[in-house]
């Protein structure tokens, strides 16, 4: 591809350092994720691959290198309706008593902003919620949900602003078989629609036949970029140690509730 035909960057980091508790945790980590691709941050436990999507949106600061994000250097960029993002093992509830429907719609306040929301606003609302399959359940409550049903809520509320770029950090981490297969059906509709795609990934599974890329970190570094490790999966690369947090013999937690 010549230089001229090649997508601008959607995220750009570069030369990413980070600290936690006064450890680094990122050493250098060069991320480009382009216009249209689908990018996998794949890594053992630890090294990393939170941070650095944390780092991308500004949640946890840089202490060297940088980071753009379409194009604009983080510390200037306003426009977050442009991105979605789904944090890993979280909850949709708080503790707040909220239907399906209250949970999305929040998600579309970055394009609302104060204004009253529109036929357009609920549309999209209505629309995301139909996607994760809980139209029929737009009106319960978040707290009767399971994880697999939350982490469907967690994705509709990204969506429901339709960005640009969804960044979603181990959709599938405790989550059931449907839920699963309802998640890859969306995403597939997410990238045929041309949304640029960063997932934290444990390992390719159900997602591998969207990935483009896989960028895999090992201790705060880069190890891999480039074409997914297809068919073997993300085992059979030098430095997996990744342990599993669903073995065959656990029942399966979702990580979700707590
Ligand atoms: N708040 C924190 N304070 C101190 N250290 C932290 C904090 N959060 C994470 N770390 C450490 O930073 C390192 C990288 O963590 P990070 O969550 O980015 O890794 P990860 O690759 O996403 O791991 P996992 O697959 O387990 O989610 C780990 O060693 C972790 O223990």
């Known amino acids: 591809m010549s230089e001229s035909s090649t997508p601008e960057a959607v995220i750009s980091m570069r ?58 250097p983080l510390r200037r960029f306003r426009q977050w309706a442009r991105v979605g993002y789904v944090p890993q093992r979280t909850t949709a509830a708080g503790g707040v008593p909220a239907t399906i429907h209250e949970v999305v719609s929040s998600g579309r306040l970055s394009r609302t902003k104060l204004r009253l929301p529109r036929g357009a606003d609920r549309e999209a609302v209505d629309r995301a919620i139909e996607l994760v399959g809980l139209t029929d359940r737009a009106k319960d409550s978040v707290d009767a949900l399971s994880g697999g049903q939350h982490q469907r809520v967690l994705i509709a509320r990204a969506l429901a602003a339709a960005p640009e770029l969804l960044i979603m950090d181990e959709p599938m981490a405790g989550v059931d078989l449907a839920s699963q297969e309802i998640l890859a059906a969306t995403l597939r509709a997410q990238v045929a629609a041309g949304t640029t795609v960063l997932l934290v990934l444990h390992e390719l599974g159900p997602l591998e036949p969207l990935i483009d890329r896989a960028v895999v970190l090992r201790d705060g570094c880069v190890l891999h970029d480039g074409p997914p490790p297809k068919a073997v999966g993300q085992h059979a690369l030098p430095g997996h140690d990744h342990v599993h947090p669903h073995a065959a013999s656990e029942p399966v937690r979702t990580g979700l509730l707590s």
């Open 15 to 72: 030369a990413g350092t980070a600290a936690l508790g006064g450890r680094p945790v990122l050493r250098g980590v060069d991320l480009t994720v382009r216009r249209g691709e689908v990018v996998a941050l794949l890594g053992a436990n630890g090294s990393g691959k939170s941070t650095a999507v944390r780092s991308v949106i500004g949640q946890v600061p840089l202490t060297g290198g940088g980071v753009e994000l379409f194009g604009t």
